[in-house]
């Protein structure tokens, strides 16, 4: 496309997320600093929000990117799972036998041995869901009952949420206040501020390869953030189509 003519590597501003498009602005620095040092410490469940476009599966995978050998992830990234379907994703993340996947208690046994077992050899289990505002109740619940598997001293199991604020709306509902406190820290995931928008930008063009300089006009920024709002994946939306005007 315009990649030549930019003498570009690759899109800077794909809306797939790629943990190299990662930009350490303060908002999201700090959810990935808060998120590493809370699992550090065995907090049992932890969520995190933002509006759509905010940039929440960016930094969930930025965060399985940065944790280290010490910790199993299972990661699901599309949780329209209802409470069974939702036991298999997990067991099948921690290499669970399929043997036992057809009977309901067989497969809590066996996903409860797989996670002591990995207790054993020192290693913190970590299960992320982004999307969870999509989390039928049902499996919200289970999810919750999943982290009851402990050992005298130690969480088998950890969870982060990600979801959009409609999480937070599903959780103040009566049926889940067991689940509600469960939650050790939440945090919101803000939009970009107006200094914050030029920085952004150009990381992802360097990230791309370019080396020119500053791409975007001070008016092209004004804009951009009036228009987008500092929603993340609408600057990407509108500066791919700012580039490819451009290039036309």
Same mark, same amino acid.
């Given at each position: ?149 402990? $050992?005298?001293?130690?969480? #088998? =199991?950890?969870?982060?949420?990600? %979801?959009? /604020?409609? *999480?937070?709306?599903? @959780?103040? +509902? ?43 006009? $001070?008016?092209?920024?004004? #804009? =951009?953030?009036?228009?987008?709002? %500092?929603? /993340?994946? *609408?600057?990407?939306? @509108?500066? +791919? ?8």
């Amino acid at each position: 496309m315009y990649l030549k003519y930019y003498d570009l590597q690759e899109m800077p501003f794909a809306l797939t997320p790629c943990v190299n498009f990662f930009c350490k602005l303060p908002g999201h620095h700090d959810g990935l600093n808060v998120l590493l040092l809370h699992l550090r410490h065995g907090e049992g469940f932890i969520k995190i929000t933002g509006n759509v476009g905010s940039g929440k599966t960016l930094l969930c995978r930025t965060l399985l990117d940065h944790l280290g050998d010490e910790f199993v992830t299972a990661y699901i990234p599309n949780p329209d799972l209802d409470p069974m379907m939702l036991r298999k994703a997990l067991a099948q993340e921690l290499h669970v036998s399929q043997d036992s996947f057809n009977d309901p208690h067989a497969l809590l046994t066996a996903i409860n041995q797989r996670l002591m077992e990995l207790h054993a050899l020192q290693k913190r289990v970590v299960l992320l869901i982004d999307e969870a505002q999509a989390l039928p109740s049902e499996s919200l619940e289970t999810v919750r009952l999943l982290t009851n598997l402990e $050992t005298e001293k130690n969480k #088998l =199991l950890q969870v982060v949420l990600f %979801g959009q /604020p409609e *999480l937070d709306m599903r @959780l103040n +509902h009566r049926s889940l206040r067991q689940l509600k406190q469960r939650i050790a820290f939440s945090y919101r995931l803000p939009a970009l501020k107006r200094p914050e928008l030029r920085i952004y930008l150009n990381h992802r063009l360097v990230t791309a390869g370019y080396r020119h300089g500053d791409l975007f006009t $001070t008016t092209a920024c004004w #804009l =951009l953030f009036h228009k987008s709002k %500092g929603i /993340p994946r *609408l600057i990407n939306i @509108l500066a +791919h189509k700012a580039m490819m005007a451009a290039y036309g």
